[in-house]
């Protein structure tokens, strides 16, 4: 008889433990950072086969939601696995995760469709490369101002709770501050990737007021692109 069993315990099951969930949940944000990347590369040399910009961008706007949600589980589990209790902080920790994948497919999906669109297309048009989106997007300048504003709040909640993540281990840990490095590089990379978010919707307002694209553009899809 199975060892573990013998003693009681259930057998692991895939995406059973916090391990687990965690290795799961870097993959997919890995793949979702890496699809990102080859998205630019094929919109500038074009398709290779069935493989285009588009098909990989709709890819990574879903891959890193799942990863989020595992992110959230792990946490969950770890914090059931080493007995080390519930308070504020940890549900807070747990409820940031979730509240950024809500606000994700609110302002990824549920707006779009609201304007009568895609975000692909809204972006596409906002960059010039569809005129009939861009048309839409202006005449839903509400709205889009609204995906904007999620899109920063999305940010920031992941930004806020990466930081009570740190605090939470700085406090829970008896070692050096040097063993929390991986959750310190977690905080600066949502701390990034929230501002270069503000640097692409501050390029991107002005499109919809009529004007050009704002010099911040680039900067905001690099820092993305790092983190």
Do not use: C
């Not at 999305?154 to 406090?171: E, K, P």
């Not at 991107?204 to 993305?224: A, E, H, Q, R």
Request: aromatic share 10%.
């Amino acid at each position: 008889m199975n060892e573990g069993l013998a003693n009681g315990e259930r057998p692991l099951r895939w995406l059973g433990d916090s391990a687990a969930r965690l290795t799961a949940a870097s993959a997919l944000l890995l793949a979702t950072n890496l699809l990102w990347i080859i998205a630019v590369v094929l919109n500038v040399i074009g398709p290779l086969g069935p493989l285009s910009a588009g098909l990989l961008a709709w890819l990574a706007f879903v891959l890193d939601i799942p990863g989020v949600l595992l992110l959230a589980a792990a946490y969950t589990g770890l914090t059931a696995e080493k007995g080390l209790g519930w308070n504020r902080r940890r549900l807070a920790i747990t409820l940031g995760f979730v509240l950024w994948a809500g606000l994700s497919v609110y302002w990824r999906f549920v707006l779009p469709l609201a304007i009568g669109t895609d975000l692909q297309d809204l972006f596409l048009g906002l960059l010039g490369a569809d005129p009939g989106a861009l048309a839409l997007a202006k005449g839903s300048w509400a709205s889009m101002s609204e995906l904007f504003a999620w899109w920063i709040a999305a940010g920031a909640v992941f930004f806020a709770t990466h930081v009570l993540i740190a605090v939470d281990y700085r406090r829970a840990s008896e070692g050096e501050w040097t063993a929390g490095l991986p959750a310190y590089v977690w905080v600066l990379g949502a701390g990034v990737s929230l501002l270069s978010t503000i640097l692409i919707v501050t390029a991107l307002l002005p499109v919809l007021g009529g004007g050009l694209l704002g010099s911040t553009f680039t900067s905001g899809v690099v820092g993305k692109l790092l983190v």
